[in-house]
């Protein structure tokens, strides 16, 4: 009899945690509705060979459409696109500099490129911050011992910088990844699922994230969407390490993101 009871009580725990996983699921599904937009338009493109533009000016113009529709619809604010703006720029700096270094390449042909980078490509930084944007509305996020911005904007700038010096001087990626640990320690990202609070240490978050756009990114280079120099004769997974490159991308973003936020909260 005792056994039995101990099964009627589990047993409702389990449900509950089963249907907030699934609610937290569909949150994290609504939030990444720009990135899998892009993912299913290179995967149709590369399928389907659409007439008048060359591939990358059909993803563009997608890109675009999507998010004149996000903002139309309401589904991303005024705000949220001004922020995203800036991470395509953000972003297309970055792609130019790399394609320009022989990091990867844009093979395909395009009307719309800047030095061999076609226009689209920087959608695919600001899906990710849409992702954060959309996310951090969704779930309610709050930050907990956050650090102060005088610690903040210089670790993000020097994160971002590192992309392009290290070209030329030292790597000192894994010293800026041992800094976030230390600045971000005591910090925690609280959210909210269905009404109910949990929270996770953000460095967490950044590697999850981070793993996650790097599946992102094979998915990206199987369709097609760029291409590493290992990648010219057949597609191969993308190296392992680049985690640690799109964590610290994460990072550089989330940093920007919760920055903007909160200087926002003390203007209203």
Request: glycine share 4%.
């Amino acid at each position: 009899m005792q056994v039995i009871r101990e099964k009627e009580y589990v047993e409702p725990q389990l449900v509950r945690m089963g249907k907030q996983l699934v609610r937290f699921g569909w949150e994290q599904a609504l939030s990444c509705l720009f990135p899998v937009v892009i993912f299913a338009s290179l995967a149709i493109t590369q399928w389907i060979s659409l007439p008048w533009l060359p591939r990358y000016d059909w993803l563009l113009l997608i890109c675009l459409l999507m998010q004149w529709w996000m903002v139309r619809s309401g589904l991303e604010t005024r705000d949220e696109l001004k922020v995203i703006t800036l991470f395509h720029l953000i972003g297309l700096t970055l792609e130019i500099f790399k394609v320009h270094m022989g990091s990867w390449s844009y093979p395909e042909e395009g009307y719309v490129k800047i030095f061999d980078v076609p226009l689209y490509s920087g959608f695919m930084y600001a899906s990710v911050a849409s992702y954060l944007c959309q996310a951090w509305r969704r779930l309610h996020v709050d930050l907990i011992n956050w650090p102060p911005f005088i610690l903040v904007v210089p670790l993000a700038a020097a994160i971002y910088l590192n992309f392009f010096t290290h070209h030329y001087w030292v790597d000192v990626r894994w010293w800026l990844s041992a800094l976030v640990i230390i600045v971000f320690w005591r910090s925690w990202v609280r959210y909210n699922v269905n009404g109910t609070s949990y929270r996770m240490p953000i460095a967490l978050s950044f590697v999850l994230i981070g793993f996650f756009i790097w599946i992102a990114e094979n998915i990206a280079t199987f369709f097609g969407a760029w291409e590493y120099p290992n990648q010219t004769e057949a597609w191969s997974l993308v190296h392992l390490g680049k985690v640690s490159s799109w964590l610290l991308l994460v990072i550089v973003s989330f940093l920007i993101v919760a920055t903007l936020k909160q200087v926002k909260q003390k203007i209203q």
